[in-house]
Nanobody, 112 residues
Framework: VQLQASGGGLAQAGGSLRLSCAAS????????MGWYRQAPGKQRELVAT?????STNYANSVKGRFTISRDNATVYVQMNSLKPEDTAVYYC?????????WGQGTLVTVSS
């Protein structure tokens, strides 16, 4: 499975961005797709995940502001009401029963 992320950039506080992650390869095997992020000097943390059954999981810090969705082989995260603390490199993620896969990071910068 290969993951290609896009959509990062600069936004003002209160603004919105949408990240996309296109999966290719053995996408039929994917059980979960989602997003993690890593801010400078911090550990990578979960943002949101979505199972093939439609179950979602969000970090408390983004609940009510971020929405994860999937369209076939592409997973999105709509990020609204952005805050400066959302500034991070965002990584697309997927896993099947055997392996986890990571896309390249995409930088999101939120200015105050």
């Amino acid at each position: 499975v290969q993951l290609q992320a896009s959509g990062g950039g600069l936004a003002q506080a209160g603004g919105s961005l949408r990240l996309s992650c296109a999966a290719s390869g053995s996408i039929f095997s994917i059980a979960v797709m989602g997003w993690y992020r890593q801010a400078p000097g911090k550990q990578r943390e979960l943002v949101a995940t979505l199972t093939t059954g439609g179950s979602t999981n969000y970090a408390n810090s983004v609940k009510g502001r971020f929405t994860i969705s999937r369209d076939n082989a592409t997973v999105y995260v709509q990020m609204n009401s952005l805050k400066p603390e959302d500034t991070a490199v965002y990584y697309c993620y997927a896993h099947n029963r055997l392996l986890a896969y990571w896309g390249q990071g995409t930088l999101v910068t939120v200015s105050s």
